[in-house]
Nanobody, 127 residues
Framework: QVQLVESGGGLVQAGDSLRLSCVAS????????MGWFRQAPGKGREFVAA????????TYADSVKGRFTISRDNAENTLYLQVNSLKPEDTAEYYC????????????????????WGQGTQVTVSS
């Protein structure tokens, strides 16, 4: 098992940046492919970005491509999401998630593929 704790959210203005963090504890971090999801009020949880076990591959939702960057530091058991040029439509609760895998370079896109979730960190973007 792994426990995930997100931080770094806040109330910002459009155009601002934030760096979200997700610290993992439990099993070795490198056995997990990781992802970020978000859920806006009244909407379902949606995929934002994913990264493979050792960070060699990444992928993004079209809505955040070019503005968000996912990264990880396996030595520090930490996943990051750098969010730039924020827009009001980015307002949501942001969740990190872990998918145990033994497939090198594998990326996961759907909620059902992730076994472990953090409690979320709120990002609110004012116009």
């Amino acid at each position: 098992q792994v426990q995930l704790v997100e931080s770094g959210g806040g109330l910002v203005q459009a155009g601002d940046s934030l760096r979200l963090s997700c610290v993992a504890s439990g099993r070795p971090f490198s056995v997990y492919a990781m992802g970020w999801f978000r859920q806006a009020p009244g909407k379902g949880r949606e995929f934002v970005a994913a990264i493979s076990q050792f960070g060699s591959k990444t992928t993004y939702a079209d809505s955040v491509k070019g503005r968000f960057t996912i990264s990880r530091d396996n030595a520090e058991n930490t996943l990051y999401l750098q969010v730039n040029s924020l827009k009001p439509e980015d307002t949501a609760e942001y969740y990190c998630a872990a998918a145990p895998t033994f497939v090198f370079g594998r990326l996961y896109y759907s909620i059902q593929e992730y076994d472990y979730w953090g409690q979320g960190t709120q990002v609110t973007v004012s116009s």
